[in-house]
């Protein structure tokens, strides 16, 4: 299938030959397909079958995102003064990137695109071609071959951050996102949450169970795949103890500055290089280094699950449930992949009314409904001084 049609390929074309896109407005959305996904956020699943939801499913007419729906303008001075730095780190689908690229664009704001070196020619190519559109969108200087569990993964983000850190925009956070993430939160609300950590970090950061300290005490080999070995590793060299986390976090500007500036953080991140997955536990880590800004003290008094942090959403296979019985959440209405719940719109209602900025994972083939009922929300949103879920709740 080709990656652009042709209204999309003219577009691109116009980018590269430096000529500017006609973004003034917002995409619309007829009322049909906004009553559709009002229902299914306020967990109405009986009217699935309706024409309104068909008309989702089936649509051959979706808007590109090349030619309309990105802001041209701060929605207000809060957000204008605030802006917001991201890490994307993709490998696949070439819709999704553009879909997840609308949705957390504004012009303030400053985007670094890391593309898997693996990836096809034509792949780099469409990425180069969507990102020249934008003058604060950037695929990163220096690309990996990213393995999955290995430290490749970690240095993607760092080779984004050492990039956005050159760039002219004075970005107060950075986010860092995969392909099947999507937001669930406005930029608007996005600031308003940052605005709140007062400089903090939030993360994932626990104590690390036995199990999981292998994947650090051991020797690995690096291939096409992740291998233990039965080589002890020397202790990590650092003061503080080893946590455990996931890959997602949302950092302040001052501790991204850090990291490339001491000695015993650079020392720590050499010695990650042979871990196993080692984007779990080394960020998790250096949120309790008690000198890194933006940092929660060791003491387990300042562990923060996946759950209290405000990075990500997830929903891991194994704690899905009944929550009346204390289940952290309902079970997964999509898919599972990697033991990680692919939502479906089924799971629209209970993810907003999370805190989190984010969530993973979608995929347009699991559930595309799920998505675009979110692209509503947000939409509506931005049309809007209200928030993207009083506006679909109010559409009857």
């Excluded at 080709?2 to 209204?7: M, R, T």
């Excluded at 999509?334 to 209970?350: F, I, N, Q």
Aim: hydrophobic share 35%.
């Amino acid at each position: 299938l080709p990656l652009f049609s042709n209204e999309q390929l003219s577009v691109v074309k116009e980018c590269n030959r430096g000529g500017q896109l006609d973004m003034a407005h917002l995409i619309k959305h007829d009322a049909g397909e906004l009553q559709a996904c009002s229902a299914i956020i306020q967990g109405d699943m009986d009217g699935v079958q309706s024409s309104h939801f068909n008309k989702l499913m089936t649509s051959k007419k979706r808007t590109s995102l090349l030619s309309e729906g990105f802001l041209t303008m701060p929605l207000s001075k809060e957000e204008r003064d605030f802006p917001i730095a991201y890490s994307m780190v993709i490998h696949e689908k070439i819709e999704m990137f553009e879909r997840l690229l609308r949705a957390i664009y504004s012009p303030q704001n400053v985007y670094c695109v890391h593309v898997d070196l693996k990836t096809p020619e034509i792949f780099k190519e469409a990425v180069k071609a969507i990102v020249s559109c934008f003058p604060n969108v950037f695929v990163a200087s220096k690309l990996e071959s990213v393995i999955y569990a290995s430290w490749s993964r970690v240095q993607a983000d760092l080779n984004c951050m050492r990039d956005l850190l050159k760039s002219p925009v004075q970005w107060r956070y950075l986010l860092n996102t995969c392909g099947a993430d999507f937001p669930i939160k406005t930029n608007a609300e996005m600031v308003q949450s940052l605005k709140l950590l007062n400089g903090r970090n939030s993360m994932e950061s626990e104590a690390t169970n036995n199990y999981k300290k292998g994947r650090w005490e051991y020797h690995h080999n690096v291939t096409t795949t992740v291998t233990r070995t039965g080589i002890k590793k020397t202790p990590p060299p650092i003061k503080t103890p080893m946590f455990s986390g996931n890959a997602y976090f949302v950092t302040s500007r001052e501790f991204v500055e850090y990291l490339f500036q001491n000695q015993e953080i650079l020392n720590f991140m050499e010695w990650e290089k042979d871990t196993y997955s080692p984007d779990e536990h080394m960020w998790a880590t250096l949120q309790r280094m008690l000198d890194v800004p933006g940092s929660n003290p060791p003491n387990e008094k300042y562990h923060e699950s996946d759950m209290l942090s405000i990075a990500r959403l997830v929903k891991w296979s194994y704690l899905e449930g009944d929550v009346r019985k204390g289940a952290p959440y309902p079970p997964c209405s999509g898919g599972h992949r990697h033991a990680v719940c692919v939502y479906g719109a089924g799971d629209l209602k209970w993810i907003l009314k999370q805190k989190h900025l984010l969530a993973n994972k979608f995929d347009p083939g699991v559930d595309n409904i799920a998505i675009k009922c979110l692209e509503l929300a947000s939409t509506r949103s931005a049309n809007s001084s209200n928030s993207a879920k009083r506006d679909c709740a109010s559409v009857q």
